[in-house]
T-cell receptor, first 114, second 112 residues
Framework: AQSVTQLGSHVSVSEGALVLLRCNYSSSVPPYLFWYVQYPNQGLQLLLKYTTGATLVKGINGFEAEFKKSETSFHLTKPSAHMSDAAEYFCAVKGGTGFQKLVFGTGTRLLVSP | DTAVSQTPKYLVTQMGNDKSIKCEQNLGHDTMYWYKQDSKKFLKIMFSYNNKELIINETVPNRFSPKSPDKAHLNLHINSLELGDSAVYFC???????????FGSGTRLTVV
């Protein structure tokens, strides 16, 4: 079975500051890992994903995440926050290929102040 | 051209009613899903269909019945609506290898 823990239901940063959203996972098989963003009253948009290969993955809008197997982590970072980054961010895990469900964390609300 | 489209976007109905939410994808994906997002933003899978066949059925009340007439459509019918059914319901689809899911914009269901 797979599970995801996102530390911090809310993270506040100033515009231009580093963004770090934490995600730890549990998986009985090699995981596929994802970060999604949800803007108010909208659906979920895929930011980036890790399946196999390079452990540092780059996504849209300047975000990146690093898969660290030893730490069972997949933290999301962005060097410089922008006001438009304010949204809800979800980390998700899937147990490899095949008909495995995508399991989401509880989400982290990113607040960006001027 | 919307990849995964859901209708309606908003649905307000009284307790005890029966309602349906429709979902269509034009991505050519084989697998479709229904997720429920509660008031605390928690996302939980309800059902998954692969090429019209039910493959994931979480512990969802049997008042919820998914129907997939073809692999591009997955509808959700809910009987005898209850207050606790109020949530945002998301449809999603994925390719066979199940990498990234593409989500619809959601249906906000309010039961009064």
């Amino acid at each position: 079975a797979q599970s995801v823990t996102q530390l911090g239901s809310h993270v506040s940063v100033s515009e231009g500051a580093l963004v770090l959203l934490r995600c730890n996972y549990s998986s009985s098989v090699p995981p596929y890992l994802f970060w999604y963003v949800q803007y108010p009253n909208q659906g979920l948009q895929l930011l980036l994903k890790y399946t196999t290969g390079a452990t540092l993955v780059k996504g849209i809008n300047g975000f990146e995440a690093e898969f660290k197997k030893s730490e069972t982590s997949f933290h999301l970072t962005k060097p410089s926050a922008h006001m438009s980054d304010a949204a809800e961010y979800f980390c998700a895990v899937k147990g490899g290929t095949g008909f495995q469900k995508l399991v989401f964390g509880t989400g982290t609300r990113l607040l960006v102040s001027p | 051209d919307t990849a995964v489209s859901q209708t309606p976007k908003y649905l307000v109905t009284q307790m005890g009613n029966d309602k349906s939410i429709k979902c269509e994808q034009n991505l050519g994906h084989d697998t479709m899903y229904w997720y429920k997002q509660d008031s605390k933003k928690f996302l939980k899978i309800m059902f998954s269909y692969n090429n019209k066949e039910l493959i994931i059925n979480e512990t969802v009340p049997n008042r919820f019945s998914p129907k997939s007439p073809d692999k591009a459509h997955l509808n959700l019918h809910i009987n005898s609506l209850e207050l606790g059914d109020s949530a945002v319901y998301f449809c999603a689809s994925s390719p066979p290898e199940g990498y990234g899911y593409t989500f619809g914009s959601g249906t906000r269901l309010t039961v009064v």
